[in-house]
């Protein structure tokens, strides 16, 4: 892991410790029953492929998708929405047009839970994405467990050995994995470990600070039969374009949308419809 930087490092290490823990509460084997009995997953990659035909009421097939995300808190930027309702916030982004929604799961750093991800696969029929430091196959079960229908696994905090493993995995759960990259050299690693839907993330976890070329950058990198995400330092419609121009089947968008003052307002206006906005804040346990 020489790639990763000190943040995901600790991020990674701590989620790890974490997750053992939990396994020695719960085993793996109890843990795979309980995904066994979930509901049937959604199929996130589906939902979020430019040109598939099992969008539902997302976007029409060749427009960009959005995936909207629950996160109450922010490495670089603190709280954000700390008191944000998970099931009101995804229930807005589902209005506006999101075909996917990210919940934040790591408590640490983000402020997530398990709990946030139950109460938005609860409140909307989207596919629903664990965002996490995930290195053990256990958190893979668990996603599934919990109701999740994807998991992200992030290249630089895996060596190879553990990104195929974890592949599997997740196939085997029965749910899709979005493969994160932020290099030529990891997207070549994404590549070979046979990824079929890969995320470029903006963001430099060395600084945490984001570069909104690196997609354009990275696309000829990428796998042509890939489905691509763009991730991170999307704000407005001109982004969404220009990620869509670059070859992006769908963006993910956080903090754009968490800090809103409307929220489906703000996705609505990514993905460039009218809409009327009714003045307001974000949702929050008093509503």
Same mark, same amino acid.
């Given at each position: 892991m020489s790639s990763q930087s000190s943040f995901l490092a600790r991020a990674s290490a701590g989620a790890r410790l974490a997750a053992e823990r939990r396994a020695s509460e719960l085993p793996i084997a109890e843990l795979r029953r309980a995904a066994a009995a979930a509901p049937p997953a959604r199929g996130f990659r589906a939902a979020v492929s430019r040109w598939s035909d099992n969008r539902g009421d997302g976007p029409a097939?060749? *427009? #960009?998708? !959005?995936i909207a995300e629950v996160k109450r808190r922010s490495p670089s930027k603190g709280d954000l929405r700390p008191d944000l309702d998970p099931a009101a916030l995804a229930g807005a982004y589902r209005d506006g047009g999101a075909s996917a929604i990210s919940v934040l799961t790591e408590p640490e750093h983000f402020a997530g839970? $398990?709990?946030? !991800? @139950?109460?938005?696969? $609860?409140?909307v029929d989207l596919p629903v994405l664990r965002k996490d430091f995930v290195t053990l196959p256990y958190q893979v079960w668990e996603a599934r467990a919990w109701g999740a229908d994807a998991v992200l696994l992030i290249v630089a905090a895996l060596e190879q050995a553990e990104l195929d493993e974890l592949l599997a995995e997740a196939s085997a759960a029965g749910i899709d994995a979005l493969v *994160? #990259?932020?290099s030529r050299e990891e997207a070549a690693r994404a590549s070979a470990a046979g990824a079929g839907l890969i995320g470029v993330n903006a963001r430099d976890l060395s600084t945490l600070t984001v570069d909104t070329r690196r997609f354009a950058e990275l696309r000829d990198a990428l796998p042509a039969s890939a489905t691509l995400v763009a991730e991170s330092g999307? @704000?407005?419609?001109a982004d969404v374009e220009a990620a869509g121009n670059a070859g992006a089947d769908a963006v993910l968008v956080g903090e754009t949308l968490v800090l809103a003052a409307d929220p489906e307002a703000a996705a609505a206006g990514l993905l460039g419809r009218e809409r009327t906005v009714t003045p307001g804040s974000p949702p929050t346990k008093d509503g």
């Open positions: 097939g060749g *427009e #960009v998708a !959005l839970s $398990a709990g946030d !991800l @139950r109460k938005v696969r $609860a409140a *994160e #990259v932020h999307i @704000r407005n419609r």
